[in-house]
């Protein structure tokens, strides 16, 4: 959620995000880089930090989707627990351990922000 104290940081074109497609980004946080991806779901943007809190790997590596094979989750291929996309709320696996991180993005005007 944007706040007065917000800053923004282009982060891509909305037309290189396409529904069920997911895209890799880094920022810097306190010091130290963080990595995160996009994705499109159902029309509307939304942004996690890349590590499955259960098995602490990247949920998307390169260009791998993070989406399952009909997009309706996002999947680690690690373990294949699932996530809702909407949410990061962890809906099949070791659930009770943790969801995703979810990182504040706003898309205005033909572009993606990162909201820090």
Do not use: W
Request: hydrophobic fraction near 40%.
């Amino acid at each position: 959620m944007k706040s007065p104290d917000s800053a923004l940081h282009t982060l891509m074109k909305s037309s290189d995000l396409a529904d069920g497609m997911s895209k890799l980004f880094h920022y810097s946080k306190n010091g130290e880089t963080v990595e995160g991806f996009l994705i499109r779901h159902q029309g509307k943007v939304y942004a996690y930090i890349n590590l499955c809190p259960h098995a602490y790997e990247p949920i998307v590596f390169g260009s791998q989707s993070a989406f399952n094979s009909d997009k309706r989750y996002i999947v680690c291929r690690e373990h294949f627990a699932m996530f809702n996309p909407e949410t990061g709320v962890c809906v099949s696996g070791p659930c009770p351990i943790a969801d995703l991180v979810k990182i504040d993005v706003l898309e205005q005007d033909g572009t993606i922000f990162l909201v820090l």
